[in-house]
Nanobody, 121 residues
Framework: QVQLVESGGGLVQAGGSLRLSCAAS????????MSWYRQAPGKQRELVAV???????VYADSVKGRFTISRDNAKNTVYLQMNSLKPEDTAVYYC???????????????WGQGTQVTVSS
């Protein structure tokens, strides 16, 4: 019923930039918090940044000052602008959205399939 599609990953040199996008589609009544997570090989998935519907943001300490999360509520899309990338930012990046399918329906977490970001030194 809900699909999240990420795009924008790729290979970049250290110090470079990438912009990730994630669009939610389907029979959506509303989208609340949207967030980006990442998972590096052999490590647990970790929160990178979250943005509320009203635009409030929270970032992991490791990305503060380098990454910027934003959203377009009309398009149910969240973005992650990543600057000054480091090799340790290499991971699969996943978006998550809190989606409500109807006014009286529960809010559910929906995940994208992930997009690979690789930063070479």
């Amino acid at each position: 019923q809900v699909q999240l599609v990420e795009s924008g990953g790729g290979l970049v040199q250290a110090g470079g930039s990438l912009r990730l996008s994630c669009a939610a589609s389907g029979s959506i009544f509303s989208v609340n918090d949207m967030s980006w997570y990442r998972q590096a090989p052999g490590k647990q998935r970790e929160l990178v940044a979250v943005i509320t519907r009203g635009g409030g943001t929270v970032y992991a300490d490791s990305v503060k000052g380098r990454f910027t999360i934003s959203r377009d509520n009309a398009k149910n899309t969240v973005y992650l602008q990543m600057n000054s990338l480091k090799p340790e930012d290499t991971a699969v990046y996943y978006c998550k959205a809190q989606v409500q399918l109807g006014r009286y329906r529960p809010i559910l977490d929906s995940w994208g399939q992930g997009t690979q970001v690789t930063v070479s030194s």
